[in-house]
């Protein structure tokens, strides 16, 4: 297989480390605007690995022209760029005729890549978004677990944070993953299935304890992007579904009272002679104030329940008595080894699996791909615990 990832950042550069050590990939080009960053990531993988797999090149990832001609000769393709640069590059990628998936995040974005579903189809391309940690493996494994309750539930609960290992005041949060994707999060709203049918919400609501084992008391809230199309999917046989973000109790509260000052508007505001909106002051705010080294953990619990009436037969909207919970369960750490963060592998790693599937053909539709329906949890479970990634499984 040759593949192709774009952006050579903290998730490009485990994505290219994970693909160049699995035996069946035969190259891997990086490409990059930063062609110096890109050689750096590109040497550091071939070291580590002792492959020399890995080639860097540059390439201006709002170029379609260029993604599309760097494109042509690889077999899928991954890009670890910002969002909103992932809809060109899907277009792209339909006219290389290469196989491409992204870290997604963004719902418009998102339904704008899947409207090419049908042009991709008859090319013989796949189109995968939302191939990262949640969206991505949560959605995967979400959409498994509504399978292994037969196809319907009463709830599909998703509970995902990427988090310090050790968090400090005055923030209790560390930057792990793009700042304008995390952003994003915060400001648009979210979609999910209340009573079976799709409602959208605003972000940062509705939070609730959460608690997990090891760990002192959590806060789980509601933010964008991260049921991407798992409402689409299950409306009508899953009653309630929602993705709920985890974070230590006084960063939510932080984030609530700076969305309350309206320093998450994207509208320019005039100082002296510029203008800037109050969200990019604060992306270089964060990028300056989250920014660390320190150890990271990942922290997944997904949920699938299962209600019975009192006939006893099961019920897709609240049945009385509480049925099954199928769930779940992942905690994953840095890595002292190849220091990669936890964010890095539970991110860059499941979509690198996916990626892999595209281009062997272990994914086998073509169009638009949905995580929860089209890729093989079974096999992809299988691919997750060979790296290391410890997810427990559980019927009660």
Do not use: W
Not at 243 to 265: A, Q
Not at 330 to 340: G, L
């Amino acid at each position: 297989m040759k593949l192709l990832v774009i952006g050579s950042g903290m998730m490009g550069s485990a994505a290219a480390f994970d693909m160049a050590r699995t035996p069946q990939v035969d190259s891997v080009t990086l490409a990059d605007t930063d062609a110096k960053r890109a050689r750096d990531v590109a040497a550091r993988v071939n070291r580590i690995t002792r492959e020399k797999k890995v080639r860097a090149v540059a390439l201006d990832a709002s170029d379609e022209k260029a993604a599309a001609k760097l494109m042509h000769g690889h077999d899928a393709a991954l890009s670890a760029v910002p969002y909103f640069l992932n809809l060109g590059l899907a277009r792209a990628a339909v006219e290389a005729r290469c196989h491409f998936a992204d870290l997604g995040g963004n719902n418009t974005v998102v339904r704008q890549e899947l409207a090419l579903s049908k042009k991709a189809e008859k090319r013989g391309v796949a189109v995968a978004p939302d191939c990262g940690l949640s969206p991505g493996m949560a959605s995967i494994l979400g959409g498994e677990l509504v399978r292994r309750l037969g196809g319907r539930a009463d709830a599909l609960r998703l509970y995902v944070g990427g988090l310090p290992e050790r968090p400090t005041p005055p923030f209790h949060y560390q930057l792990v993953f793009s700042v304008e994707g995390l952003i994003n999060e915060y400001v648009e709203p979210a979609r999910i299935l209340r009573k079976g049918k799709l409602i959208t919400i605003d972000p940062l609501t509705e939070p609730e304890d959460f608690h997990i084992a090891g760990f002192s008391p959590l806060v789980a809230f509601h933010t964008s992007g991260g049921t991407s199309t798992l409402p689409e999917t299950f409306e009508g046989r899953v009653g309630e579904c929602f993705e709920k973000t985890l974070r230590y109790p006084g960063h939510f509260d932080l984030l609530c009272e700076l969305k309350e000052l309206g320093l998450f508007s994207s509208e320019k505001m005039k100082f002296g002679d510029a203008q800037i909106s109050p969200r990019a002051m604060m992306s270089k705010i964060f990028e300056g104030k989250f920014a660390s080294k320190g150890p990271d953990v990942c922290i997944m619990r997904l949920e699938a329940h299962e209600s019975v009436n009192r006939a006893g037969t099961r019920g897709l909207l609240g049945g009385r008595l509480k049925g099954r919970v199928a769930s779940f369960t992942m905690v994953d750490h840095y890595d002292p080894k190849t220091d990669m963060s936890a964010m890095m592998r539970t991110t860059a790693f499941p979509a690198s699996i996916v990626v892999q599937m595209l281009a062997s053909g272990a994914i086998s539709k073509r169009g638009g791909v949905l995580q929860e329906l089209d890729v093989p949890a079974d096999l992809f479970l299988d691919e997750v615990e060979k790296r290391g990634i410890k997810i427990e499984y559980a019927m009660e």
